[in-house]
T-cell receptor
Framework: GENVEQHPSTLSVQEGDSAVIKCTYS??????FPWYKQELGKRPQLIID?????GEKKDQRIAVTLNKTAKHFSLHITETQPEDSAVYFC????????????FGTGTQLKVEL | NAGVTQTPKFQVLKTGQSMTLQCAQD?????MYWYRQDPGMGLRLIYY???????DKGEVPNGYNVSRLNKREFSLRLESAAPSQTSVYFC??????????????FGPGTRLTVL
């Protein structure tokens, strides 16, 4: 089955700096890559996603890039703010394989003032 | 529109006890999922239901059973709870058919402790 690795497990940045979280996946058939944000004690919520036929997608201060050849994708957050502090999960899915999401192990992002 | 709801929010069980976690969604979604979340291990799929009347095993199904009662409800049962099942359980749902690009919406979670 699919295996998703996520790095780093913790990331601390100063307010206003950029943050980058990287994920790799094992199954070249994966074709949809969502990113979820989970605040402490809350449910995961989708913040951005990318499909395999797209190399990059942006939404205000967040962007995701995908390299299908290398089988890795990354989340970029610019101009970080304290409210960006949370756990971020990447995921991969093979939509022809039962639509089962495989999640990475998460990155705890802390934005310091 | 409540989205995905779960009951209970918290539960403490003794080893060997049984219980059922309830999940319901009011978004007319076809697919529903049960995950467990453990520190440092992300979200792991226990069981899922692609549509009403069907259920399939996920990554970590041992010790659990599920029932897709109707289109709205998907329950998770622990027949004989073990300390290894201490975790936070999330239910999720998504629209349309199995093979599609659609967001999964998560419930608020159930924090279960097995002593």
């Amino acid at each position: 089955g699919e295996n998703v690795e996520q790095h780093p497990s913790t990331l601390s940045v100063q307010e206003g700096d950029s943050a980058v979280i990287k994920c790799t996946y094992s199954d070249s058939a994966s074709n949809y890559f969502p990113w979820y944000k989970q605040e402490l004690g809350k449910r995961p919520q989708l913040i951005i996603d990318i499909r395999s036929n797209v190399g990059e997608k942006k939404d205000q201060r967040i962007a995701v890039t995908l390299n299908k050849t290398a089988k890795h994708f990354s989340l970029h957050i610019t101009e970080t703010q304290p409210e960006d502090s949370a756990v971020y999960f990447c995921a991969a899915i093979i939509t022809g394989g039962g639509n089962k999401l495989t999640f990475g192990t998460g990155t705890q992002l802390k934005v310091e003032l | 529109n409540a989205g995905v709801t779960q009951t209970p929010k918290f539960q403490v069980l003794k080893t060997g006890q049984s219980m059922t976690l309830q999940c319901a969604q009011d978004m007319n979604h076809n697919s529903m999922y049960w995950y467990r979340q453990d520190p440092g291990m992300g979200l792991r799929l226990i069981y899922y239901s692609a549509s009403e009347g069907t259920t399939d095993k996920g990554e970590v199904p041992n010790g659990y059973n599920v029932s897709r009662l109707n289109k709205r409800e998907f329950s998770l049962r622990l027949e004989s709870a073990a300390p290894s099942q201490t975790s936070v359980y999330f239910c999720a749902s998504k629209t349309a058919l199995v093979n599609s690009y659609n967001e999964q919406f998560f419930g608020p979670g159930t924090r279960l402790t097995v002593l």
